[in-house]
């Protein structure tokens, strides 16, 4: 079993940064696909970001590519998303989760370990 647990989250207004982190537990991540979901108020959760196992793949939303930046640190276990410029409608509850067969399809089907998620809220 793998658990993981985000933070970083907070408010911020429209334009600033925030940095989530992912902490990963239990077992190792290294063979993992991991992803970044977020849902919005009376929103679907969606697809943000994603990285393969090795750093080699990295795959974004639309909304957020040029924005967003999703890195990992195998070592430490660790999931991170940059996230800068941004904007009102980034207002979420984000999520790390992890895929234990290593796929690089990031969709919310395809994960197989979640995150408890951490609130961003962003000021217009």
């Known amino acids: 079993q793998v658990q993981l647990a985000e933070s970083g989250g907070g408010l911020v207004q429209a334009g600033g940064s925030l940095r989530l982190s992912c902490a990963a537990s239990?077992?190792?991540?290294?063979?993992?696909?991991m992803g970044w979901f977020r849902q919005g108020p009376g929103k679907e959760r969606e697809f943000v970001a994603g990285?393969?196992?090795?750093?080699?793949?990295?795959g974004y939303a639309d909304s957020v590519k040029g924005r967003f930046t999703i890195s990992r640190d195998n070592a430490k276990n660790m999931l991170y998303l940059q996230m800068n410029s941004l904007k009102p409608e980034d207002t979420a509850v984000y999520y790390c989760a992890a895929d234990s067969m290593g796929n690089s399809r990031w969709t919310v089907d395809d994960m197989d370990y979640w995150g408890k998620g951490t609130v961003v809220t962003v000021s217009s």
């Open positions: 239990g077992r190792t991540i290294r063979s993992y696909g």
């Open positions: 990285i393969n196992w090795n750093r080699a793949i990295t």
